[in-house]
């Protein structure tokens, strides 16, 4: 169970403000996307609800936590990025158990969360390869395994399909879409295609210059242009 809520939300580098007071109260489950001309922030408010960045003042809520404060792994949330960052020496299993060895999860355990995010993203036969040996497609799916087997209550995804093509970008957004739903996780998603925000969003936030211009469903938002 996660809502969001931010607060009031500013960011500095510098004296330099950009991003300038931002609120949004995001429901358990509710799938927003966040879009936006390049430069308007969307990526730097992804990275401060995942604590990679730092709030120059503001608060951020997560479930019935104060998260401002907190180290990324311990916001109950899993972040999947556009170049996937996997670890290109490990295995595939091994890119998806890795945060979890770090936290101590026992073996068996580890087993079966990979096995079964494995299954869920048809990625059983290529557990032992390196990621190299992968589609971008493969990899992309890989990137979901190790947010699955986290099981966060919240996902963010920074433009997850930009570096693949046309006719994949369309089948991971259904796979995406079909996953989150499945495990009825918050999703906040920043991307720059429109086509992939409408067919995703419940809700969308515009952004422009460092604020949310517009809050709402994507036929609403885009009916008040
Ligand atoms: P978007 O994701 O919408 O393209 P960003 O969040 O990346 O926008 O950037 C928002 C603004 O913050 C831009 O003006 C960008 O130049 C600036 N910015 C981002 N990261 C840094 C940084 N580490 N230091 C200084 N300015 C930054
Ligand atoms: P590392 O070399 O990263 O320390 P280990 O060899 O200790 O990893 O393996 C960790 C666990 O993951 C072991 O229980 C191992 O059996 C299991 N494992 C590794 N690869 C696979 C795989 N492809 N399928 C199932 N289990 C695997």
Same mark, same amino acid.
């Given at each position: 169970?996660?809502?969001?809520?931010?607060?009031?939300?500013?960011? =500095?580098? &510098?004296?330099?403000?950009?991003?300038?007071? %931002?609120?949004?109260? %995001? =429901? @358990? +489950?509710?799938?927003?996307?966040?879009?936006?001309?390049?430069?308007? &922030?969307?990526?730097?408010?992804?990275?401060?609800? !995942?604590?990679?960045?730092?709030?120059?003042?503001? $608060? %951020?809520?997560? *479930?019935?936590?104060?998260?401002?404060?907190?180290?990324? /792994?311990?916001? @109950?949330?899993?972040?999947?990025?556009?170049?996937?960052?996997?670890?290109?020496?490990?295995?595939?299993?091994?890119?998806?158990?890795? *945060?979890?060895?770090?936290?101590?999860?026992?073996?068996?355990?580890?087993?079966? /969360?990979?096995?079964?995010?494995?299954?869920?993203?048809?990625?059983?036969?290529?557990?032992?390869?390196?990621?190299?040996?992968?589609? &971008? +497609? #493969? /990899? #992309? /799916?890989?990137?979901? +395994?190790?947010?699955?087997?986290?099981?966060?209550?919240?996902?963010?995804? $920074?433009?997850?399909?930009?570096?693949? $093509?046309?006719?994949?970008?369309? #089948?991971?957004?259904?796979?995406?879409?079909?996953?989150?739903?499945?495990? *009825?996780?918050? !999703?906040?998603?920043?991307?720059? $295609?429109?086509?992939?925000?409408?067919?995703?969003? @419940?809700?969308?936030?515009?952004?422009?210059?460092?604020?949310?211009?517009?809050?709402?469903?994507?036929?609403?938002?885009?009916?008040?242009?």
């Amino acid at each position: 169970m996660a809502e969001i809520k931010l607060e009031s939300i500013r960011k =500095s580098y &510098g004296r330099t403000e950009v991003i300038h007071g %931002i609120d949004a109260e %995001i =429901s @358990d +489950g509710e799938f927003i996307v966040i879009v936006g001309p390049s430069g308007c &922030g969307k990526s730097t408010l992804l990275r401060m609800v !995942a604590g990679l960045e730092s709030i120059t003042s503001g $608060d %951020i809520h997560i *479930g019935d936590r104060v998260v401002n404060r907190l180290e990324p /792994r311990e916001r @109950d949330i899993a972040m999947v990025f556009q170049n996937y960052a996997l670890y290109p020496h490990m295995s595939v299993f091994d890119n998806m158990a890795y *945060g979890l060895k770090i936290a101590n999860v026992p073996k068996a355990e580890i087993q079966a /969360r990979v096995a079964e995010a494995a299954r869920m993203l048809e990625l059983e036969p290529y557990l032992d390869r390196k990621p190299r040996q992968l589609s &971008g +497609g #493969q /990899r #992309q /799916r890989v990137a979901m +395994g190790r947010a699955i087997v986290r099981k966060p209550a919240v996902f963010l995804f $920074d433009e997850p399909l930009s570096n693949l $093509d046309a006719k994949l970008r369309v #089948q991971m957004r259904l796979e995406i879409k079909a996953l989150q739903r499945k495990l *009825g996780v918050t !999703a906040l998603y920043v991307t720059h $295609d429109q086509v992939e925000a409408m067919t995703l969003a @419940d809700r969308m936030i515009v952004m422009n210059g460092g604020v949310a211009e517009q809050i709402g469903a994507p036929l609403d938002v885009y009916a008040n242009p």
